[in-house]
């Protein structure tokens, strides 16, 4: 068995641990779930910043956002603690500098669900991790899955800086799209990722099927697949049973499951699909892609399509992901890749 953080130390036991200053860089979501670990934890935060273009020395949870030259002029030296995300180039570079300058870290706080990555998680999923593991079918993918780990676990950004490759390197020696592709977007958002596919397979295939449940989102996907032959859009969520289900509807990509959000509908992907052949399949589905694996596991029985699947919406996915995905189908071979992101967002579980 494989001990993925020998010698590793927990970016939550270092910022507890630390005797500099802490710098917490960012707001919004991502720095709310900070705060609340840093509050669970018994870790103060010293302040907030923001990167210059963003800066308006508003309020923040009680502290005046300011710049990163700020603190710099107040303090000797102190930790970052980064909490927000960016696949921007500025920002990731902007993230990059700070991190030259002072002490980074990016405590791992998942999109959706409880579950934080530190000792506690890894100690109930080691088993587990290491099953995953012991399934990937290439070495850049074993490599990205322990230095994806890594990463969570200490927060250290050199782990994710060296396992990032372009979205390119997996569409060409992986997913290796033909010019006869039935395509299933999940979670196709405003059609940015059926551009996607038309790029990667040259605008020649057999059919697009796409869901998604904002309504705003669904009607620029509409727009956007105007003009396109064989389209069949369903404005629905995926998930493993027929039924209406609680969304908050946000803006852009970040609309999910939330019992107290506006009611949508939502099928089982067998059910939309009645028997129709799939050969390729997007799943960005905000947290729900166990319940949509469990909707349409007659398709990946049957049709074992080439499956292209975000796995970094919870601190499980990582592992749990493929663990389900062999349960169902165990003719899958599995790879993984982390693409330019800061954190591990937009690390992909690619099955062929």
């Known amino acids: 068995m494989i001990n993925f953080i020998e010698n590793l130390t927990s970016s939550w036991d270092y910022l507890k641990e630390t005797d500099k200053p802490i710098v ?39 502290f005046t956002v300011k710049k990163l030259s700020d603190f710099e002029s107040e ?42 990555f530190d000792r506690a998680f890894y100690a109930d999923n080691e088993v587990k991790l290491n099953e995953a593991y012991s399934l990937l079918s290439d070495e850049l993918s074993r490599a990205v899955f322990r230095d994806i780990i890594a990463f969570q676990y200490s927060g250290e950004l050199s782990y994710l800086e060296r396992c990032t490759t372009e979205k390119s390197e997996a569409f060409e020696s992986v997913l290796r799209l033909g010019g006869s592709e039935a395509y299933l977007d999940l979670g196709a958002y405003n059609g940015d990722t059926v551009d996607e596919f038309l790029e990667y397979c040259c605008g ?54 939330d019992p107290e959000g506006a009611p949508v509908q939502a099928a089982r992907v067998d059910t939309v699909l009645c028997g129709k052949r799939i050969t390729y399949a997007k799943l960005d589905v905000e947290g729900a892609e166990r319940e949509t694996f469990e909707g349409m596991e007659n398709t990946l029985r049957l049709f074992k ?3 292209n699947v975000a796995a970094y919406h919870r601190s499980e996915d990582l592992f749990a992901l493929i663990l389900q995905l062999y349960s169902i189908n165990p003719d899958y071979r599995f790879f993984l890749r982390h693409h330019p992101y800061i954190p591990h967002w937009d690390t992909n579980i690619y099955a062929v």
């Open 24 to 62: 917490l860089y960012g707001m919004g979501d991502g720095a709310d779930k900070v705060l609340a670990q840093f509050e669970k934890r018994g870790i103060k935060a010293f302040g907030v910043m923001a990167s210059d273009d963003f800066v308006r020395y508003q309020s923040y949870r009680g």
């Open 75 to 116: 303090l000797d030296d102190f930790v970052v603690a980064l909490s927000f995300a960016s696949q921007l180039p500025e920002v990731m570079e902007n993230i990059r500098r700070a991190g030259e300058r002072h002490k980074l870290i990016v405590p791992s706080v998942p999109v959706f669900g409880e579950n934080v």
């Open 204 to 257: 020649d295939y057999a059919s697009i099927t796409a869901l998604e449940p904002n309504a705003k989102s669904f009607a620029k996907l509409k727009e956007r697949c105007c003009g396109l032959h064989d389209v069949t859009l369903w404005q629905l969520a995926s998930y493993n049973r027929n039924t209406v289900i609680g969304f908050n509807l946000k803006t852009g990509r970040n609309c999910a499951i």
């Open 305 to 307: 399509p080439k499956l």
